[in-house]
Structures are given as structure tokens and as C-alpha cells.
């Protein structure tokens, strides 16, 4: 039995446990104030499916060398330019969804292409780059926001050029799109199965992926390149290839969590998502040089999960809730992204 025990510490890493028991009592904690539990467990749930394609966007970016995918921003803004271009279709409900996940995957393998063949110039310093690409990007697209010539009433200005900063999904019948399909309750947990299902379907083909022969070479580039150039493996495709994998899932990420939120956030909105999703898969254990699908799983649960509970938790402590929520919501997360981004030091943490 202690033998069994050490090998679990080992398997999961102190630090792993630690959060993991810091979720357990937060949920204690919830219990003894008499929250809403199975909100909050239904909302964790929520949470999971919404976030977990852009934390597994971070995989393919680790396993081909680059590091975390600091630059998924870029795949983000190919998302949005999807959905954008579907709603202006007139197009609704899952043709909606899907239109734009067609529209955003060509578009974010060129540009996740010539992402790669940047990244593939500064080796070494690919998390600097890629953090000053995304945020450049961003800013770019804010003026490109406020000129494109899209007139869809839902997302266009009413006088003017450009979109607006939020638009609402609701009328083109995507919000909780994925959410409340197939959905059902148990013991007043809401299981949002269409979500969970699309998730767990990214993680399977991502999973089959890194077993075909390009993943198993674009692994092999990422963990030993002097290695792979001795094999015969060309190390910067691979990295290319990993690149472009990494922003279409990002292109596909936003998309998910956006009918899930409810809303296209622009502007401002895809500025600071790479950091929750890097966040989430170092918490679930990855390193900057090896991460798989189980640690993407295990990272979006917790942080996810801690995130959802601890700000109620929290507020239940103070007077005044209505002030305090935004305020917890910002130590909490940026807490556990401080606390994450500390572990990127060795292969084990």
C-alpha cells in the first residue's frame, strides 16, 4: 500500500496533489456555507468543456519543440474571423458552428504556417516571440475590427464601418449551442454532454494524431532535434507542422468557448486567453519540453475547477459581494497563472 502510494505521488507530482487537495477543501468549504454545490459543480463542468480545446492547442506546440503556445492568439483571431464571416452568411444553429470551424481551419494553417517559419528563425527564444506576436496581432486586428466591411445587423456598428466589441450569439441560435446538446441533470448537476463529448473528441483525435507517423516525428523533433536530424527527421518542418496544428486548434478553441460564454468577444477579448490555457496544462503537470493528453485533462479540471469555486467561497467571507467578486476572480486567476508558469523549470515539478 505505501508503495502504491509513492508511485501515485510520483505519477502525479507534489505540486499536482497539493492543488488537488486545495480543490477538495474549497469544495468542503462550499458545503459548510451552504452554496449552491451542484451549481457550482455544473458551472466547473461548463468551464471544462468551454476552455479544454484551447489548453489542448498547448499540446502539439510543446510536443514539437516550440514551448507553450504563448501566440495561439493567432489561431483565436482566425476563430473569430470565422464565426464572423458564418454570421454573415446568415447562417444559424450548427451550420453556424460548424461553417466557421471550416472557414477557420484554412486560414489558420497558413497563418500557423508562417508562425512556424518565424518561430523556426529565433530557436531559443520562442516563448518571447510568441508572447510579442499574439499581443501584436491583437492589436493589429483592433484597428482591422474597425474597418472590416461585415453588415450582419447582429455584428455590425448601426452607423459606420466595423463590429462591434461583443456580439451576441443568441439570435443565430449558437449560444450554449454545444452545451445543450444531449444535455441532462443528475442529482442537480447539469452534464453538458454535446460540449464534453466535442472535447473529449478533440482530445481523441489529437491522441491518434501523436501516433501516426507525422506526430510520432514531429514528438521525436521537439523532445531530442540532434536525435532527429540523425534519423533523418527534418526538425523545422516538424516544428512548422506542430505550429500549424497548435493554431488550428486554437481557431477551433475560441469557436467552442464562445458558444459556451454566449458571445464573440473582440478587441481586447483573445489578448490574455493563451496565458489561461498555458496556465492550465502546466498546472495538469506538463513541462515546457513534454506534455500529453492527460495533462491537459488534469490541468483544465483543476484550474478550472478551483477557479469556479474559490470566488464563491471567498465572497461568501465578505459583506459585500457585489464588489468583491471581480476582485476575487482576478487574485484567484492570476494566482494560479503565477503559480503555474513558476513550474516551467524542469521536466518534473
Request: proline residues 3%; positive net charge; contains cysteine.
Amino acid at each position: 500500500m505505501a508503495k502504491r502510494m509513492r508511485e501515485l505521488v510520483r505519477d502525479l507530482g507534489v505540486p499536482r496533489l497539493i492543488i488537488l487537495g486545495f480543490f477538495l477543501i474549497l469544495c468542503l468549504m462550499a458545503l459548510v456555507l451552504g452554496l449552491d454545490v451542484a451549481g457550482l459543480m455544473s458551472s466547473s463542468l461548463v468551464r471544462i468543456g468551454m476552455n479544454g480545446v484551447l489548453v489542448l492547442a498547448m499540446l502539439p506546440a510543446i510536443a514539437c519543440g516550440i514551448g507553450p503556445n504563448f501566440g495561439v492568439s493567432l489561431g483565436i483571431l482566425c476563430g473569430l474571423v470565422g464565426a464572423l464571416v458564418a454570421m454573415e452568411w446568415q447562417l444559424s444553429g450548427f451550420a453556424n458552428f460548424f461553417t466557421a470551424i471550416l472557414l477557420s481551419l484554412p486560414l489558420a494553417t497558413v497563418v500557423g504556417y508562417a508562425y512556424g517559419w518565424l518561430l523556426n528563425r529565433v530557436k531559443g527564444s520562442e516563448m518571447m516571440l510568441a508572447t510579442f506576436v499574439g499581443f501584436s496581432m491583437v492589436s493589429v486586428m483592433k484597428i482591422a475590427w474597425l474597418v472590416v466591411p461585415f453588415k450582419s445587423p447582429e455584428a455590425a456598428w448601426p452607423i459606420g464601418r466595423g463590429v462591434r466589441v461583443t456580439i451576441s450569439l443568441a439570435n443565430r441560435e449558437v449560444a450554449q449551442l454545444l452545451n445543450d446538446f444531449w444535455a441532462f441533470e443528475i442529482g442537480g448537476v447539469t452534464i453538458p454532454t454535446g460540449l464534453l463529448l466535442f472535447f473529449l473528441a478533440c482530445c481523441l483525435l489529437m491522441w491518434l494524431f501523436m501516433r501516426t507517423k507525422t506526430g510520432i516525428a514531429m514528438y521525436t523533433a521537439g523532445d531530442n532535434p540532434r536525435f532527429a536530424e540523425a534519423a533523418g527527421i527534418n526538425v523545422d518542418k516538424n516544428r512548422i507542422v506542430g505550429t500549424v496544428v497548435s493554431t488550428m486548434l486554437g481557431g477551433v478553441g475560441i469557436l467552442v468557448y464562445a458558444q459556451s460564454f454566449g458571445f464573440l468577444q473582440l478587441y481586447e477579448g483573445p489578448m490574455f486567453m493563451p496565458f489561461i490555457a498555458v496556465a492550465a496544462i502546466l498546472i495538469g503537470g506538463a513541462s515546457i519540453k513534454r506534455a500529453s493528453i492527460a495533462h491537459v485533462l488534469i490541468g483544465t479540471f483543476l484550474f478550472q475547477g478551483i477557479l469556479v469555486v474559490a470566488m464563491p467561497v471567498a465572497n461568501a467571507f465578505t459583506v459585500d459581494m457585489s464588489s468583491m467578486a471581480e476582485i476575487s476572480r482576478i487574485i484567484i486567476q492570476n494566482g494560479i497563472i503565477l503559480y503555474a508558469l513558476t513550474q516551467t523549470g524542469g521536466e518534473r515539478t
